[in-house]
């Protein structure tokens, strides 16, 4: 079975910074497309960043130079680094991990940028 656990989010102040994780079981992930997703309240859920099999990354032009993936193989774990937050990156976050017609997703976590 697989499963992509995300960790909590969180409040966070304008111009700080949060790292989520995403644990994944039952795949090898780095396989994996692996991607997190944000979906605010009234939008579309959108692609923020993506991890690709061979390392290579890309992001939203909302987030390039805030944000960064990455991925540790030993522990099966993907991360978002997030810095220099805004309140317009208040959302619910989401992992996720596709490969082929596969495709799958984390619970989501919400992290609120607000002071």
């Known amino acids: 079975q697989v499963q992509l656990v995300e960790s909590e989010g969180g409040l966070v102040q304008p111009g700080g910074s949060l790292r989520l994780s995403c644990a994944a079981s039952?795949?090898?992930?780095?396989?994996?497309?692996m991607g997190w997703y944000r979906q605010a309240p009234g939008k579309q859920r959108e692609l923020v960043a993506a991890?690709?099999?061979?390392?290579?990354?890309n992001y939203a032009d909302s987030v390039k130079g805030r944000f960064t993936i990455s991925r540790d193989t030993a522990r099966n774990t993907v991360y978002l680094q997030m810095n220099s937050l805004r309140p317009e990156d208040t959302a619910v976050y989401y992992c996720n991990a596709a490969i082929g017609s596969l495709d799958y997703w984390g619970q989501g976590t919400q992290v609120t940028v607000s002071s």
């Open positions: 991890m690709f099999g061979d390392g290579t990354t």
């Open positions: 039952g795949i090898r992930l780095r396989l994996y497309t």
